[in-house]
């Protein structure tokens, strides 16, 4: 495994983290996920993210079981706040009242004092921003929280954040979880440049796009038994890539894969670590052979041949519209 900074912080993190979306607490059972986590640790990744959202908070209770025991200063927990939590009209968002009792039900299911980052997991356009960062800024000295990021955020509004932050002298936000993968690159044009230079760093989700770029869809064939396109709660996201123009594509990328050795998963996870702006990539898995798989991208270096051979097969159907970053209005 290799290290990288969590943006312009002194945080070491993995460069490839291990997430539990979908997984943990739904489409997978305890023993998997909890062989999941192990195969992680087994390859080196300290890094693991998930969110109080996710399984209706029975993947934070998931990941909090299955690291128990681990020595807590060799790891780096992430996790995230804003999605509803239940069905009262404070069970969401960003106000004070919600983050406050939002870090305290994860720190309790996560069975730890504090997480390592937590994440604004988008932008909450009904409260004020202010309000949002003092209370980050609060749970930074009191020690529940180390350093604070936001997902899915607009440059427009890390910008803004930013600003406050200095302004105030609250704790400035260090990384932005964006989707990112060799076909959806929205963050590049905006995004990437203004956190460039202000020292912010990307996780980035969904590096092989759900299980797409491992070429396991076919086009006009059914999907595998079993796979996250078949999965009663996964099947939504992956749908904007379950087209056969796209899928036709993507089986042309399996030379390239083939020339250098590397799977068709592995080459994904490489492509997103060539940017020098991406602190870590997230993956997901249902298996940990898959874990075992993707984590061989580590340290993988692609030359230029390489990048242009990727982007000449994937030609138009690269998404890039930085308009497809954005949070609900009002939020759910
Ligand atoms: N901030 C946000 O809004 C946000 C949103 C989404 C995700 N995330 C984070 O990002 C993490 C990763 O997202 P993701 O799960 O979509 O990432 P991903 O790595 O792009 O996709 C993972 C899925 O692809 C399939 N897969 C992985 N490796 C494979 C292999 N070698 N061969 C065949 N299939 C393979 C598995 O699904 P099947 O086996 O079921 O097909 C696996 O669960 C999440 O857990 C979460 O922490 C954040």
Known sequence: ???????????????????????????????AAKLCVQAALD?????????????????????????????????EIF??????TGPGRNDSGLSRKHI???IHG???????????????????????????LKTFDDLV?????????????????????LK????????????????YSMLWRVIESEIVPLCEREGVGQIVWSPIAQGVLTGKYLPGRQPPEGSRATDASGSGMIARFMKDDVLSR?????????????????LAVAWVLQNPNVSSAIIGASRPEQVRDNVKAAGVKLDSDVLKRIDDVLGSIVERDPARTSSPNPRP
Not at 5 to 21: A, D, P, T, V
Not at 22 to 27: E, R
Not at 164 to 179: K, L
Not at 256 to 265: E, K, Q
């Open 106 to 132: 994860s720190l309790r299911r996560l069975q730890t004092d504090y997480v390592d980052l937590y994440q604004a997991h988008r932008f909450d356009h009904e409260t004020p921003l202010e309000e949002t």
């Open 141 to 161: 000295r009191q020690g529940k929280v180390l350093y604070v990021g936001v997902s899915e955020w607009t440059a427009d509004q890390i910008a803004q954040a």
């Open 250 to 266: 993507v089986q042309e990328l399996k030379p390239i894969a083939d020339d250098l050795g590397l799977s068709m998963a592995q």
């Open 79 to 84: 996790t995230k706040v804003y999605w509803p």
């Open 100 to 102: 406050t009792e939002s």
């Open 1 to 31: 495994m290799e290290f990288r900074h969590l943006g312009r912080s002194g945080l070491k993190i993995s460069e490839i983290s291990y997430g539990n979306w979908l997984t943990h607490g739904s489409q997978v059972e305890e023993d």
């Open 164 to 179: 406050i932050a200095d302004e105030m002298g609250f704790d400035r936000i260090v990384s932005n979880q964006p989707q």
């Open 43 to 75: 390859e080196g990744i300290t890094t693991f993210d998930t969110a109080d959202v996710y399984a209706g908070t029975k993947a934070e209770e998931v990941l909090g079981r299955a690291l128990k025991g681990v020595r807590r200063e060799s790891l």
